[in-house]
Nanobody, 123 residues
Framework: QVQLVESGGGLVQAGGSLRLSCAAS????????MGWYRQAPGKQRELVAA???????NYADSVKGRFTISRDNAKNTVYLEMNSLKPEDTAVYYC?????????????????WGQGTQVTVSS
């Protein structure tokens, strides 16, 4: 069972920066990918950014050029550097990890979520 511990949320003024961290532990296999999702009140959870173990990245169009995702594979930790924050970035940010475990006959994938961290951007 993978545990995810998030940190780094908070309140910031528009144009400011925040850095989120998420550390994964307890994997019995390998962490294939990690990412950040967010959910604003009354809206669906959406992908913000994701990164694979090979460092391939994927970003939502709304954050491209402002957010940077990075990963320390040795520590199974993912970071989200958020710059030029806007009020519309206000949401609960969730870390997600995809674990791969090799069984006797097949490979299994499991999804794990963090508890979420609030990011509030004031205007």
């Amino acid at each position: 069972q993978v545990q995810l511990v998030e940190s780094g949320g908070g309140l910031v003024q528009a144009g400011g920066s925040l850095r989120l961290s998420c550390a994964a532990s307890g994997s019995s296999g390998s962490i294939k990918s990690m990412g950040w999702y967010r959910q604003a009140p009354g809206k669906q959870r959406e992908l913000v950014a994701a990164i694979t173990s090979g460092s391939s990245t994927n970003y939502a169009d709304s954050v491209k050029g402002r957010f940077t995702i990075s990963r320390d594979n040795a520590k199974n930790t993912v970071y989200l550097e958020m710059n030029s924050l806007k009020p519309e970035d206000t949401a609960v940010y969730y870390c997600k990890a995809v674990e791969v475990v090799d069984g006797l006959l097949k490979r299994y994938e499991y999804n794990y979520w963090g508890q979420g961290t609030q990011v509030t951007v004031s205007s």
